[in-house]
């Protein structure tokens, strides 16, 4: 059992998961029919390709019997046409019926996410029946296992593609256009995922993860997860659940309220990623990095070294005083 309270039972850290995250290894009932159609379009390549080749030894160096029949205008309409016509067509309804529910419209009671693809990060709330949001999160997404959860697909600059291989296809992101993918999870665990579709600069560290809880673990995450911080008792003091002052002064001083949001202070940016439990989250930089102090005052200090092109700029006028006293403090909340 894991004593770190980030990680619910059975899970492993996404390191040890490997990455590229696993694609032939489905762990829901929406990529295991993917996974099906995919073996069957490789298993169809592998027999098509050998037929071919045979035909093609057979026209070049097998008797002239056999050549005088291969050159025929009636092999070439049935090998040549209709059999390539047939097959394609089966595999096309075969693969449009199989993703079919998997892009099905939200129907009543079923969870919905909303996750947006941004340069180059994920920002994610969850909704409501009614579509409204209840919870700001950012490139981690928590769902309970054994049940279906919709996810409305935005994105807010280019296209990007959603990606989680082992809880379902892809699906892209599109300016101006809401898509609509379905996944779930059959077990506990971090499962990775990725932007697969290029989207400029540092396009391949654009990573997430999907956590699957256990189901009462999840409404416990969730509770958590849509508190805020209680709020200053009076301007210019320290937040009395968090007990760092030092790191919370430098975070004020500094502006970076004007880009993140962290819920029952007055830091309320939208350019960037919700803070409000950002020391809890798995990993930071969009996936890419361990989320412990360390990497978080190095990501503070200059994340252009790390993940070059984001839109975080670098502070290198902190002092390393006062990026432990930041990165302390930003790993206080829970």
């Given at each position: 059992m894991s004593t770190d309270p980030r990680i619910p039972d059975g899970a492993t850290p996404r390191g040890l998961e490997g990455w590229p995250p696993p694609?032939?290894?489905?762990?829901?009932?929406?990529?295991?029919?993917?996974?099906?159609?995919?073996?069957?379009?490789?298993?169809?390549?592998?027999?098509?390709?050998l037929v071919v080749l045979v035909a093609l030894w057979l026209a070049l160096f097998g008797p002239r019997a056999w050549r005088r029949r291969l050159g025929g205008e009636t092999l070439i309409l049935i090998a040549g046409f209709a059999f390539p016509a047939v097959v394609l067509t089966g595999l096309l309804i075969y693969g449009l019926t199989t993703t079919r529910q998997i892009s099905e419209p939200p129907r009543p009671g079923e969870m919905r996410i909303r996750v947006t693809g941004e340069m180059w990060w994920w920002r994610v709330a969850y909704l409501d029946a009614q579509g409204r949001e209840v919870i700001q999160d950012a490139n981690e997404v928590h769902i309970p296992v054994g049940r279906p959860v919709v996810f409305e697909l935005d994105s807010a600059d280019v296209i990007h593609s959603f990606w989680v291989p082992r809880l379902g296809g892809k699906m892209d992101m599109i300016p101006g256009r809401r898509n609509i993918l379905r996944l779930q999870a059959d077990q506990a665990g971090a499962f990775g995922g990725q932007c697969a579709e290029y989207c400029g600069g540092p396009h391949a560290l654009m990573g997430?993860?999907?956590?699957?809880?256990?189901?009462?673990?999840?409404?416990?995450?969730?509770?958590?997860?849509?508190?805020?911080?209680?709020?200053?008792?009076?301007?210019?003091?320290?937040?009395?659940?968090?007990?760092?002052?030092?790191?919370?002064?430098?975070?004020?001083?500094?502006?970076?309220?004007?880009?993140?949001?962290?819920?029952?202070?007055?830091?309320?940016?939208?350019?960037?990623?919700?803070?409000?439990?950002?020391?809890?989250?798995?990993?930071?930089?969009?996936?890419?990095?361990?989320n412990?102090?360390?990497?978080?005052?190095?990501?503070?200090?200059?994340?252009?070294?790390?993940?070059?092109?984001?839109?975080?700029?670098?502070?290198?006028?902190?002092?390393?005083?006062?990026?432990?006293?930041?990165?302390?403090?930003?790993?206080?909340?829970?």
């Open positions: 694609v032939l290894d489905p762990a829901g009932p929406m990529s295991q029919p993917l996974n099906t159609l995919t073996w069957v379009l490789v298993v169809m390549v592998v027999v098509v390709s997430l993860v999907v956590v699957a809880h256990e189901p009462a673990a999840f409404e416990a995450w969730r509770a958590r997860a849509a508190q805020p911080l209680p709020a200053r008792s009076e301007p210019g003091a320290p937040v009395p659940s968090i007990g760092l002052p030092a790191g919370y002064a430098v975070f004020e001083r500094s502006g970076c309220g004007a880009c993140h949001t962290v819920r029952g202070t007055p830091f309320n940016g939208q350019a960037g990623p919700d803070l409000t439990h950002v020391g809890s989250r798995r990993t930071l930089g969009g996936g890419i990095l361990p412990n102090q360390g990497t978080m005052a190095g990501w503070i200090s200059d994340s252009q070294a790390i993940k070059p092109g984001n839109r975080m700029p670098a502070y290198p006028v902190l002092t390393g005083q006062e990026l432990r006293d930041v990165s302390a403090y930003l790993e206080s909340l829970k």
